[in-house]
């Protein structure tokens, strides 16, 4: 007999995590998780490769503040020529040290302040990264990548509004620069707001043609926009990119899914599970589209493995138990 139970989605959508990589004289920027949302995926606790249930997270290739060269350096390069040689070796504190040494020598020197950002940054002083960042803005305002580091500061911060400009600023300035506006695209997903979120990811697309992860995102948003062909379309080029990334499957197979198209979506969510066993919520839903499908068997078998995974205190997840006890009776 065929069967689902309507069970909450205990997904997060996968999004792209940005660092930004510009050119030298960046502060570069960490990856960060994006907030939560239905249709994604969760991985168990402990699993390697995410910063947060369901968030796939990247670092692009960062190019470090430019390095000062030559015989007669200055004393505050010489501090700055440290900072980069501590930042490299992830000595944290003694970069922020050195920088911070190079600011007070020459209290005009903007590389050293978005270097400070950076340390800082590293160092989860949002506050004082922002603080070297806004000066870094202040003394090259016409240096993209300044803005970008900014941006993506304030975006942590949740200043929607103020990372909403930077992050613009920094994409009109650099038009090499594709990962603000796919941050731009998460900070509009996280407010709701779809159909800027598409454009921000199409317009990144065009700097940075067949990225898998902007690709992915674009997906997402198109999903939320009930929008299935052509969130199973974006979807279909990151995983032909990128066909390791269990997410992407996970993502793809959701998509299908909202199309109706359930052997493929079962297909994908076992792509999903074969890459990353650790993915709880691809068991999850893999459990209740094989129920619906009147494969008892095969969603018992996924749900238990859901059991295994999920954090106790995962919201319906009770309800996940009592569904498999009716299965197995």
Do not use: W
């Not at 168990?44 to 060269?69: C, F, H, K, N, Y």
């Not at 993915?279 to 094989?290: C, E, I, N």
């Not at 749900?303 to 009776?329: C, M, W």
């Amino acid at each position: 007999m065929r069967r689902f139970v309507a069970l909450p989605c205990l997904a997060c959508l996968a999004l792209a995590v940005l660092a930004c990589g510009p050119s030298s004289g960046t502060g570069a920027q960490e990856p960060q998780p994006g907030g939560p949302a239905d249709g994604g995926a969760q991985q168990a606790t402990g699993s390697s490769g995410t910063a947060e249930a369901g968030t796939s997270t990247r670092v692009l290739p960062m190019t470090p503040v430019q390095r000062p060269t030559g015989h007669n350096l200055t004393a505050a390069q010489e501090a700055v020529v440290r900072g980069l040689d501590a930042y490299a070796a992830a000595r944290y504190g003694e970069a922020e040290a050195a920088y911070e040494e190079a600011t007070t020598l020459d209290p005009t020197y903007a590389d050293a302040f978005l270097g400070l950002g950076r340390a800082r940054y590293k160092q989860q002083d949002l506050a004082g990264a922002r603080q070297a960042l806004e000066t870094a803005v202040e003394l090259r305002p016409e240096y993209g990548p300044n803005h970008a580091a900014l941006g993506t500061v304030l975006f942590d911060l949740q200043e929607i509004d103020a990372a909403e400009r930077e992050l613009k600023s920094a994409a009109q300035l650099d038009e090499t620069d594709a990962s603000s506006l796919e941050r731009l695209g998460v900070l509009y997903r996280q407010q709701r707001r779809f159909e800027d979120a598409i454009s921000a990811y199409q317009q990144a697309l065009q700097r940075a043609p067949d990225d898998p992860e902007i690709l992915n995102n674009l997906g997402v948003a198109y999903r939320k926009l009930r929008r299935y062909d052509e969130s199973v379309a974006a979807h279909q080029r990151a995983v032909a990119a990128q066909p390791d990334n269990a997410l992407f499957h996970f993502n793809l197979a959701v998509a299908f899914r909202g199309q109706g198209q359930a052997q493929l979506a079962i297909a994908e969510y076992r792509s999903a599970t074969n890459l990353d066993p650790s993915l709880a919520d691809a068991y999850h839903d893999l459990g209740l589209l094989l129920a619906d499908q009147g494969d008892d068997e095969g969603a018992i078998e996924a749900l238990r493995k859901y059991l295994e995974l999920a954090p106790t205190d995962t919201e319906g997840i009770d309800q996940v138990r009592q569904f498999l006890e009716e299965l197995e009776q």
